[in-house]
């Protein structure tokens, strides 16, 4: 009797471990989704391509003054936003983002030296990518704004002059990847170029001329991001 059961249990444990094994090949495996809010902060170095027109001179009737001035530096801040993957691994969202900017410039115009800085800048975009499971390139565009200031630094008794302080509203577009290393915290590169358009001189404000300052930059940024 003993021998029998022996030789039954023998037998049948394959087919219990086969079993098992097939069970838990049929049990569905949780895949992350990307579903979902998520904020983050970030840091970038910009690069700035930017260059001042005066049609005139200050007064008109004079020769014609251009200057590149070209800001350039360190960026940091936050974005949030929020991913809807769907059926097909597409991923479509929503983000915005601000931050602060230490980038400036530095060159010789007319008499002195003329001197820029962004301020700050912002965006508000949107995103489509296609998820390798935790991995996700992407793409982005939308509206992007910047603070953008030039002063003229005279050296002489009457002081510096702030010749343009205006904030310049224009657009973004980029591309990314992101990879999800925990299941709530996520990493990404990404590169943007934006053309924040041309604003006019504010000290030509009035002033019967041609007078204007455009913006654009490129930045390379990478960040990190709660998913919640």
Known sequence: ??????????????????????????????????????????????????????????????????????????????????????????????????????????????????????????????????AFDRTLPYITAGVAAAKYEATLITGTPTGDILIHDETHIGWTVGAGVEHAFTDKWIARVEYRYSDFGSQDLSIADGVNTVADVDLQTHDIRVGLSYKF
């Open 1 to 130: 009797m003993k021998t029998t059961l022996l030789a039954t249990a023998f037998i049948l444990a394959p087919l219990g471990m086969a079993s098992a094994a097939d069970i838990n090949e049929a049990l569905p495996v949780d895949a992350f989704s990307w579903s979902g809010l998520y904020a983050g902060v970030h840091v970038s170095y910009v690069a700035g391509n930017s260059d001042l027109f005066i049609d005139g001179g200050f007064g008109g009737g004079g020769t014609d003054l251009t200057s590149s001035m070209d800001p350039d530096g360190f960026i940091g801040g936050i974005h949030v936003g929020f991913n809807q993957e769907m059926a097909n691994r597409f991923v479509l969202g929503a983000e915005a983002d601000i931050s602060y900017n230490d980038a400036d410039g530095l060159t010789t115009f007319s008499s002195g030296l003329l001197k820029s800085e962004i301020k700050w800048s912002g965006s508000a975009r949107l995103r489509a990518g296609y």
